[in-house]
């Protein structure tokens, strides 16, 4: 088992910045793939962002790129998500998750999940 906890969230002007936090424990972080997704009010689960656990490489959805950026420190156990220029649509449920080896951008894909972290943007 994987259990995953995500922190960093809260309350932010249109404009402003967050940085999400998602620490790992239990198995060997480093050899999975890590990625966000949120959860607005009323809609579907929407993936975010993806990190290689081996290439670092990374995909983001259209609607962020640019603006989040998602890193990890393997050290730490821990995922991160930058999330800079910040807009009302932002505001979602944002969580993380591990995929043992491969990056996905489906959520169907994702073995373990976070409880979730609130964002919340004002106009």
């Known amino acids: 088992q994987l259990q995953l906890v995500e922190s960093g969230g809260g309350l932010v002007q249109a404009g402003g910045s967050l940085r999400l936090s998602c620490a790992a424990s239990?198995?060997?972080?480093?050899?999975?793939?890590m990625g966000w997704f949120r959860r607005a009010p009323g809609k579907d689960r929407e993936f975010v962002a993806v990190l290689n656990w081996s290439t670092a490489s990374t995909i983001y959805a259209d609607s962020v790129k640019g603006r989040f950026t998602i890193s990890r420190d393997n050290a730490k156990n821990t995922v991160y998500l930058q999330m800079n220029s910040l807009k009302p649509e932002d505001t979602a449920v944002y969580y993380c998750?591990?995929?043992?080896?491969?990056?996905?951008?489906?959520?169907?894909?994702?073995?373990?999940w976070g409880q979730g972290t609130q964002v919340t943007v004002s106009s």
């Open positions: 239990g198995r060997t972080f480093s050899r999975y793939a």
């Open positions: 998750a591990a995929n043992y080896l491969t990056p996905s951008t489906q959520a169907s894909q994702y073995d373990y």
